[in-house]
């Protein structure tokens, strides 16, 4: 008997081997990147909350309202001439909370 050379069967193996990795591998970068993309605009929106949308400034001592999740700064939304709605989409009764998450802690 001869000798079988293998060098093509041993190439062929391994691009089979590389193509069944990246077919496995590519839904996963995918869902990995949704996830990334996802967050990464949450984050960029997130962003402008932090100002309350009566003074402009930084919140101090933020409340949002219960129905709706407006937030404000508690001092704006007590001294505003609306006190029993909403200024912003006017929903009614306006009762507030404190504000929970990103909104307690101002960004640097």
């Keep these: 008997m001869g000798n079988v050379n293998l060098d093509n ?6 691009w089979h081997t590389f193509r069944d990795l990246i077919v496995l591998a590519w839904p996963i970068y995918r869902l990995a990147e949704n996830r990334w993309l996802k967050w990464s ?10 100002v309350c949308p009566i003074c402009g400034e930084v919140f101090v001592a933020p ?8 937030a404000f700064c508690y001092w704006c939304i007590a001294a505003g001439p609306s006190r029993n709605s ?7 009764p306006c009762t507030l909370r ?3 998450g990103n909104r307690i802690f101002p960004r640097e």
Excluded: F
């Design 63 to 70: 409340v949002e309202v219960e129905l709706c999740g407006h």
């Design 41 to 50: 605009q949450k984050t960029a929106t997130s962003e402008s909350v932090d």
């Design 9 to 14: 069967q041993n190439r062929e193996l391994l």
């Design 98 to 100: 404190p504000a929970r």
């Design 86 to 92: 909403c200024p912003i989409c006017a929903s009614t």
